[in-house]
């Protein structure tokens, strides 16, 4: 029996990686704002009179809620292949994966709040 897996190449796995990224920008629109918030928050930290290494923290912790917003997309598609009726287990899923992306969006909230109280010497970081 065959498994439905094609072989790896690097450039295979980067084309289905980006036509996922894709997909998800077209049809989530939770992740499309996600995508705004990104945006907005790299010009922010660029532009914050603040050393390099404190806009690099704040530039990282952006791609946290990004990467959150993929998985809960996922497991949805996931959860919508098995079932479109309403079941408690998939219910069940569905509100982990969105717990999921609320505890990342607490995450960066947190990072960007000590980070930038360390930046202006409100907080010392040792």
Known sequence: MSLNK??????????????GFVEVTRNEPSFRLQIVLFV???????????QFHYKAILATSLFIPI????????????VDLVTMDHHELAKRAKDAGAA???VSLALLAFIWTLTLAAAYG????S
């Open 6 to 19: 094609p072989k790896y190449t690097l450039f295979k796995n980067t084309r289905y990686a980006l036509e």
């Open 40 to 50: 907005f928050g790299m010009i922010t930290a660029y532009l914050l009179p603040i």
């Open 67 to 78: 990467m959150a917003e993929i998985a809960n997309s996922a497991i949805e598609r996931v």
């Open 100 to 102: 999921l992306v609320f």
């Open 122 to 125: 409100c907080v010392t970081l």
